[in-house]
């Protein structure tokens, strides 16, 4: 595969990691119009009365492949991204299934628990729920920014109800949650806003949903991602503190060493948000590739923005996959 080369001027970081948001929806669903036709809902159960809702799509000529797609945080099944890679998959005989964290997309309403990035039993309990559903095809588990540090975890964790994986690929994965909020912290204030509009917006729907005293209203106030963490991390977790609860769901140290099938990840070295240098904190499992790219911000790596992106057929080779396009 030819590397990732952004045409001028597109090869900003910042211009890398926006641009996505950015695209228009309309054509792109135009494209995806046949995987959206063919998408049907599935709500499942991964134990311990959790439900998440899950939308998969069987193409007209299946090879027995099986993806399954995690959005990053505060985006849901269908961000662009994940709707660009679901199609590019689809056309290519891919059984896909789109899966919605806790709390993402439109699913305030099936638990009333609150999300938290360490609420990994739930996710293993939903990849085994769809393997149940999938006998006999090993999912590959792609997943972007949180969704890909959610997507490590699962392939190196030991719950018994995950099964055999084809393969793992992590886009732009968190490694240490906390350098990935000072980054943020110290960075762009663009991108700590944004992700406060969104969180904030988030947590009112699950007060208008389940109770107004869920969340404590001084929240709304911070504009600040650490202090917000905090309440939430004292509120609604059993963790004793904040850095409890970062290093909970970090993927540094020894974290990947019980990686239970291949694992690719694909992170770009300018990436405001993920601090390149924690790749070195990362333990060098056998089963472990990591592909550094110079450019390509946080979850961009768009060539153009009238070009598919450069993460898709970066996906499709991982897999083996040479066939298909778009």
């Known amino acids: 595969m030819k590397p990732f080369r952004p045409r001028w001027p597109w090869g900003n970081r910042h211009l890398q990691s926006i641009l996505p948001s950015l695209l228009p929806r309309g054509r792109l669903r135009r494209r995806a119009a046949a995987l959206l036709a063919a998408s049907h809902e599935l709500v499942l159960d991964c134990g311990d009365g959790v439900r998440l809702q899950a939308w998969h799509a069987a193409p007209a000529k299946p090879t027995g492949r099986l993806a399954i797609l995690l959005h990053g945080w505060e985006g849901s099944a269908e961000s662009y991204y994940i709707l660009a890679l679901a199609n590019r998959l689809f056309g290519a005989g891919v059984d896909v299934v789109r ?5 993402h997309g439109d699913t305030h309403h099936l638990n009333e628990g609150i999300f938290h990035s360490c ?14 559903r999938f006998p006999g095809s090993p999912p590959w588990l792609v997943g972007f920014s949180l969704g890909g540090n959610f997507a490590l975890r699962v392939g190196a964790s030991d719950d018994p109800r995950v099964g055999p ?15 990935a909020m000072k980054a943020m912290e110290q960075g762009m204030p663009l991108y700590q806003r944004y992700f406060v509009h969104k969180w904030s917006r988030s947590l009112r729907r699950k007060q208008q949903l389940w109770r107004p005293d869920m969340v404590r209203e001084e929240i709304y106030g911070y504009g600040d991602l650490r202090r917000m963490t905090e309440v939430l991390v004292a509120d609604h977790t059993d963790f004793p503190g904040i850095q409890h609860y970062l290093e909970g769901y970090a993927i540094t140290g020894d974290r990947l060493l019980g990686l ?25 499992s056998p089963l472990l590739r990591v592909v550094t790219t110079e450019r390509g911000g946080h979850m961009g790596f768009i060539e153009s923005p009238l070009a598919p992106s450069w993460v898709n057929g970066f996906v499709c080779e991982t897999m083996g996959i040479h066939e298909g396009g778009g």
């Open 119 to 132: 609420r990994l039993a739930e996710v293993c309990g939903a990849v085994g729920a769809l393997a149940r």
């Open 260 to 284: 239970r099938a291949p694992a690719t990840i694909l992170t770009a070295l300018d990436d405001p948000i993920i601090p390149a240098s924690d790749l070195d904190r990362l333990a060098r």
């Open 99 to 103: 899966l919605n964290l806790r709390d």
């Open 165 to 179: 994986l084809a393969g793992v690929i992590g886009i732009s994965p968190v490694l240490h949650p906390d350098n």
